[in-house]
């Protein structure tokens, strides 16, 4: 799946290699996504219906419930994360780093599920390191170009507290 990040964030680290993007759905919301796409609903062209120039995607979006209105019943996690493969101090390393957000946590102290959290969670972060001034320069940077333990160190304060897990390297 294609995501913004992964082009600058290929930029900006230097002697990075790879980078993938994933995203994982349940079952039911794949096979749903599939009947939809098999029909055509996801298209993102205009199709003409009696005359009418419709794009079919804009009609879902009209039929769909607000999301905002999921957020009292939606229920389970989020897990966000990186695994990060390469040398520290000479050693090969491989490590797993997440945090996990219950949406109903969620709702309950902001009224919004945890997608809308963990988006916004750390937007805010980046703005008040920005106000408190730990991140400055002139012009537009991605957080990839800033260090990385203040914003660490605050997802840990902000409700997105993360993990690290050492993994096995394979050979």
């Known amino acids: 799946m294609y995501h913004e990040e992964m082009e600058s964030l290929v930029e900006h680290i230097k002697g990075l290699k790879r980078i993938r993007f994933f995203m994982t759905f ?9 009947c939809l796409e098999n029909v055509g609903m996801l298209r993102i062209d ?3 219906v009696d005359g009418c120039k419709i794009v ?11 999301p905002a209105s999921l957020g009292p ?6 897990n966000i994360g ?12 491989k490590i797993y780093i997440y945090n996990v957000c219950d949406h109903q946590e969620a709702y309950k102290e902001t009224k919004a599920q945890a997608v809308s959290y963990t988006t ?3 937007a805010m972060i980046g703005a008040k390191l920005m106000v408190e001034g730990i991140y400055k320069g002139k012009g537009v940077y991605n957080l990839e170009q800033m ?3 203040p914003f660490m160190d605050e997802l840990n304060k902000q409700g997105l507290p993360w993990q690290v897990e050492e993994l096995r390297m394979e050979n």
């Open 26 to 34: 349940g079952e039911s919301y794949l096979t749903h996504m599939k």
């Open 46 to 48: 205009e199709v003409e």
């Open 56 to 66: 079919p995607l804009h009609v879902l979006k009209a039929l769909l419930p607000d």
């Open 73 to 78: 019943r939606t229920v389970g996690k989020t």
């Open 82 to 93: 990186i695994v990060a493969e390469g040398l520290k101090a000479g050693k090969k390393r």
């Open 120 to 122: 916004g969670v750390p």
């Open 147 to 149: 260090d990385p333990d």
